[in-house]
């Protein structure tokens, strides 16, 4: 029960609170890179997401500390507002790679109803940009959800993400990205989170975040040396 109150607490936070005075979250981590980019001090790897990943890094700060690795996960973000901040909070981070995890909020309208083709263009608009600046773009899947907590009246979550997560898939095989399959990896028969591996239905457990962890760092080990 504390997870899932420290969980609503933040969402409720971004979605009513900080997101009408910084909308795009350039605020987040403004002193963070400024820090980094002063020291010239540069991470392996930047994770580029919302809720899911602001809260790995949460829960297991050590997996990034101990890697390089550097968190820019902001609660509640959509791909659009992942896509705007893309420049100041990863390419001037200079990275090897950045590892890609957007669409669940999306598929919540958190923000505004959005086409899930839109979805994918937005992510591949951020490999485009990663690419152009020489940083290896990673494409994580969305992991399953059958039902936002937050947003119970949207009735298609499931079957609307694995419609997604297929059309990330083609892209990053036809454009010969990796693709990191977390939804395939935990889904159950309706497509959602197991009780188990999720409080919420929605947010990875802490125990599961280390299944998650595996799966990118194969993703990354001819990437990160």
Known sequence: MKKLLF?????TMSLFGFAQQDWFGFNRY???NKAIIDSANYPKVVFMGNSITDYWA???PEFFKDNSFCCRGISGQTSAQMLVRFSADVIAL???AVVIMAGTNDVAHNEYYVEPDQV???IAAMCDLAKAHKITPIICSIPPCSEFVWRKEIKNAGETIV?????????AKKNKIKYVDYHSEFADKNDGFPKKLSEDGCHPNPETYYTMEKLVL??????VK
């Open 7 to 11: 969980i609503t607490v933040l969402m």
């Open 30 to 32: 403004k002193a963070d």
């Open 58 to 60: 949460y829960y297991h």
């Open 94 to 96: 200079h990275p090897k």
């Open 120 to 122: 994918v263009a937005n």
């Open 163 to 171: 419609a997604i997560n297929k059309d990330l898939k083609d892209y």
């Open 218 to 223: 194969k993703a990354l080990k001819k990437v």
